[in-house]
């Protein structure tokens, strides 16, 4: 399979050849959540769309290192612990934790490592310190330390790699403090924000005096020591090309004086029923707001996996009923290959595994990939309508269908919904407290589970849990 991508560093569609060819193993970066609050459908398009991608390239024999950081301090968090008067770890650990639960019930896999920001202080003040030495940094009069623009530039680098800039218009020395900012405030950007009142017990100290990382130089630091200072595959949303994404490129390459990414990804922005997504709108949905409505992580999933990552895609209401109904149907047709099947094995049957995986070496072109799909089930369905379907013959379609959903993860589990380890482990020790007659503990831990979304039938095959 020859993987195209569209690589925003030459805003065109290339191969994508691991650096590593002997062994393909593949380096992946995804900026990960910032641990302020519950993440939003927006911020769920990007990790599934991350997903999708590790898959397809594990689906095409890759062996992929996937890091998502965990920004747990920058601007926003530090302002929300202030006025919820409580402790940065205590704060965003909440955040993170939800997080890591909402990833598992949209079946995303999980990265092969998550770093924290603040677990990689040292990294960080080792890479400002780089910058400092090679003269692209500088301490300034209100004791942060900036990433100089100017000086960069004037080493040859180019500042604006992913995004075109007026950089004419830049005026030397102009500074921007937030992490968060636009394209007609491009200045040079904080890599240490010296402390200040409003940061609270939020600082570390530093060469340059106390103070906190910006939120560019984690993503450079967590990065370069997770995948090296050269690395295949770069992803994110298309909000963070700039300033974030630029940012990181200039850091990193300022440091090191080598290519920061060979590949850079982006994913498009989500609208929500037609409109941007916004609280004083009522379109604005967590994850969690979608479950409470009835829907499950699974539709929620397939529903983001329709749209192409480079297209704006509108969410809509309507649409997870559609995504309902589609999954219904491939469970239906699943379900009767099953049992025709028999437990029999089968080596997956070609047309549809072909079909599939030419529609995403183009560009992870997801909706032929659904077509390729549809086409599938409907041609199934007729066979086994007909009843000309032998036993073998459906392990054989099975058998591809589990290599095909082994990127598009939708299948049905346990009833429709994967149970996540910690809430299986809780049914097991209600069982074992039942064993032992301790029907206190055995009713508290249904109480337990109860509160985290599940309830146990007790069957005559056993207690089996379903989401409530
Ligand atoms: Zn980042």
Redesign the pocket.
């Known amino acids: 399979m020859v993987l195209k991508l569209f690589n925003t560093l030459s805003r065109s569609v290339k191969e994508f050849a691991p650096s590593a060819t002997p062994g393909r193993k593949v380096g992946m970066?995804?900026?990960?959540p910032t641990v302020y609050d519950f993440a939003h459908i927006g911020n769920w398009r990007t990790f599934v769309f991350a997903d999708l991608v590790r898959r397809t390239l594990e689906f095409s024999g890759c062996d992929v290192k996937h890091v998502m950081?965990i920004?747990d301090v920058e601007d926003k968090i530090i302002k929300r612990v202030q006025e919820n008067k409580t402790s940065l770890r205590d704060f965003t650990g909440q955040f993170e934790a939800a997080f890591f639960d909402d990833l598992q019930a949209l079946n995303c896999r999980r990265p092969h490592q998550t770093p924290r920001a603040t677990e990689h202080i040292p990294e960080i003040v080792a890479l400002i310190g780089k910058l400092v030495a090679r003269g692209v940094a500088y301490q300034a009069g209100d004791g942060s330390v900036y990433f100089s623009i100017g000086k960069y530039r004037g080493c040859g680098c180019i500042y604006g790699q992913l995004q075109k800039l007026n950089l004419e218009e830049l005026r030397v020395g102009e500074r921007v403090a937030a992490d968060e900012y636009d394209k007609e405030a491009v200045a040079d950007f904080a890599l240490w924000k010296a402390r200040a009142p409003q940061d609270g017990n939020v600082f570390w100290p530093s060469p340059w005096g106390e103070g906190r990382p910006g939120?560019?130089i984690?993503?450079?630091a967590?990065?370069m020591k997770a995948l090296g200072e050269t690395f295949d595959l770069?992803l994110?949303g298309e909000d963070?090309k700039f300033p974030?994404?630029e940012d990181?490129i200039a850091q990193s390459e300022g440091a090191t004086g080598k290519p920061f990414v060979r590949h850079w990804l982006h994913g498009a922005h989500l609208l929500v029923e037609g409109k941007k997504m916004s609280k004083s709108l009522g379109n604005f949905f967590t994850l969690r707001d979608l479950l409470a409505k009835g829907f499950t992580g699974r539709e929620v999933r397939c529903l983001l996996l329709t749209s192409h990552y480079r297209e704006t895609f509108n969410f809509t209401l309507d649409g997870l009923h559609a995504a309902k109904a589609s999954l219904a149907r491939i469970d239906e047709c699943v379900a009767k290959l099953r049992e025709l099947a028999g437990g029999t094995a089968g080596v997956p049957e070609a047309k549809l595994v072909e079909a599939f995986s030419l529609a995403l070496a183009d560009d992870l072109n997801v909706s032929a990939a659904w077509a390729a799909v549809f086409k599938w089930v409907s041609e199934m369905n007729k066979r086994l309508a007909e009843n000309s379907l032998g036993s073998a013959e459906a392990a054989a379609a099975l058998a591809a269908w589990e290599q095909v959903d082994a990127v598009l993860g939708v299948s049905a589990k346990s009833g429709g919904e994967e149970i996540p380890a910690d809430v299986a482990a809780l049914l097991e020790a209600r069982q074992a407290a039942r064993k032992a007659r301790d029907f206190k503990k055995s009713d508290a831990i249904r109480d337990e589970l109860k509160a985290r979304g599940w309830v146990i039938e007790d069957t005559p095959k056993g207690a089996k849990l379903k989401k409530i």
């Open positions: 970066y995804c900026c990960g950081n920004t939120w560019h984690e993503c450079s967590m990065s770069h994110g963070l974030h994404h990181e």
